[in-house]
Each structure stands twice: as C-alpha cells, then as structure tokens.
Nanobody
C-alpha cells in the first residue's frame, strides 16, 4: 500500500518561506519520479514541480526561481522549499507519485498516488 504523507504547511506573510515534506512508503521511491501540485479554492489542481529519479527537475513558470524541489532517497522523502511566497501561492499542496515511472511528469493524470494535502496560506 503506497502512502504519501505531507507536512510543513502553515501560515506565513508574503515574502516568507516554508518547506514542505512528503514521506513516501510502500513503493520504490528511489526509482520513482515525484511531484508537487496545488489547488486553490474554486480552482483546478495545478502542477507546481517534479523531480525525476535521477534528480532532474522541472517547475511551473509561476514558481520558477522561488521554489526548489529535492529528494532524499535515504529517507524516502521529497521536499518543496518555497521562498519569496506570494498571496497567490495560497493553496492546498499535494505530493504525488506515479506508478512505474522515473521521468519528469507535469500532468496530474500521470500520477497514481496522492497525499492528503497540506494547507499553505500566505497573507499580504
């Protein structure tokens, strides 16, 4: 049973930073791509960042230069470091894992497993 558990969300003022963590279990983490998505109230879930099994990364334009995705295979954990946060970054952030793919994946349909989400609120 694959489980993804996010943590690290919270409330912060604009310009601040947060680091999200996603602990994975039940699948081959070291050979799997991982991704972060977010969903704001009344909006569709949108891609934020992805990391391949080898550490290659890709970001949505809206977060490029401000967010960094990374992974620690020894801890089966993927991180999302978020700097220079803006009010428009407010959303529930979800960690996701595909089934049997190690390459970069930027669409939600490419992922099979999802965490429960963690709330990030950025005030102006």
């Amino acid at each position: 049973q694959v489980q993804l558990v996010e943590s690290g969300g919270g409330s912060v003022q604009a310009g601040g930073s947060l680091r999200l963590s996603c602990a994975a279990s039940g699948h081959s983490f070291s050979t799997s791509a991982m991704g972060w998505f977010r969903q704001a109230p009344g909006k569709e879930r949108e891609f934020v960042a992805t990391i391949s099994w080898s550490g290659s990364t890709y970001y949505a334009d809206s977060v490029k230069g401000r967010f960094t995705i990374s992974r620690d295979n020894a801890k089966n954990t993927v991180y999302l470091q978020m700097n220079s946060l803006k009010p428009e970054d407010t959303a529930v952030y979800y960690c996701a894992a595909p089934r049997g793919s190690g390459g970069l994946i930027t669409t939600a349909r490419g992922y099979t497993y999802w965490g429960q989400g963690t709330q990030v609120t950025v005030s102006s």
